[in-house]
């Protein structure tokens, strides 16, 4: 589903985004907003946790700047999803491998990436 993921840019099934996303494993593709640029914090995540995913994928960023917050992670497992966190060409390649198609019917996750594209 991610061809590619470079420093400010994310290629999607062929198309360019140079914002931060959050791709659903529906396809779709959203502008991924956060009130404070490099702290990620539980509102920045709601519109995700609204569509009951299985697991959420966060990209820190190329280096690992964004930092999630320790309320965001408690507010996962009292939720009972799946957290990941790494930088956001690791997180692409777990989204990846997570989002294929399951050879099991009914067993498809339902996975969210949050992809921080820069810092």
Known sequence: MIQE???GSITI???TYN???EVRWTGEVLRWQRAESH?????DVQRAIEKNPDV???GTGESGVAQVTEKTIK???ENKIELII???A?????FNILSEPSKEKGKQKKVIGLFHLTC
């Open 19 to 21: 914002f931060d996303v």
């Open 39 to 43: 702290i990620i914090d539980k509102n």
């Open 56 to 58: 959420v994928i966060i």
């Open 5 to 7: 993921y470079r420093f």
């Open 13 to 15: 099934d062929k198309k």
């Open 86 to 88: 790494d930088k956001t």
């Open 90 to 94: 690791e997180a692409v390649k777990t």
């Open 75 to 77: 507010f996962f497992k």
